[in-house]
């Protein structure tokens, strides 16, 4: 009797822990596609956040005289708002279609994975996903990423000897007297 009770218990073992079946949903487990939803929801956020905010400038524009500048302030800012809301809205949809894509490429790259007894999800994968999404937030602006002229002239001018070429910086000549 002990015997069987062993064999059962040892039997229902071996099929819990040897059995071996694809997960329904990967993407739960799928950091790229975590991150994206997350990006989703940040938008959805700021879209309210920007309705809102525009509505209420919309309430203070209706109050205000139309004829003073002040209107126009209040004005431009309404229709600023409205732009800020559009963009977060047409974000909140790239997001929404690109998780929705990664959804269905992780389903198909995690049973190539689980097929092929390879790790998933692939590390490198992710880095370079983190790579393309610093890239796509990164700022664009020139003035940015470049010193004012006035900032670099300070730095020559540091940077210059000012001793060794007679009280002038180097590759400043003199001309005529």
Known sequence: MKVYVRAILLGFIVLLVGCKRPMKDPET??????????????YESQVKKFADEAEATRLEMEKEDPRTGNAKAIKSRYYGKLRDAETAKQMMVFYELHAKTR?????????VAFKT??????PKEYEA??????????NRSWDSRTKKWSARLEEIKKAAKIGESGGKPEGETTKGH
């Not at 007894?117 to 692939?122: G, K, N, S, V």
């Not at 996903?129 to 990164?138: G, I, P, W, Y």
Request: net charge positive.
């Open 103 to 111: 959804k269905k490429e992780a389903r198909e790259s995690y049973l």
């Open 129 to 138: 996903f983190q790579t393309r999404m610093a890239l796509r937030k990164a």
């Open 117 to 122: 007894d390879r790790p998933w999800p692939d």
């Open 29 to 42: 487990i799928d950091p790229i596609y975590g991150d994206l939803l997350k990006e989703m929801k940040f």
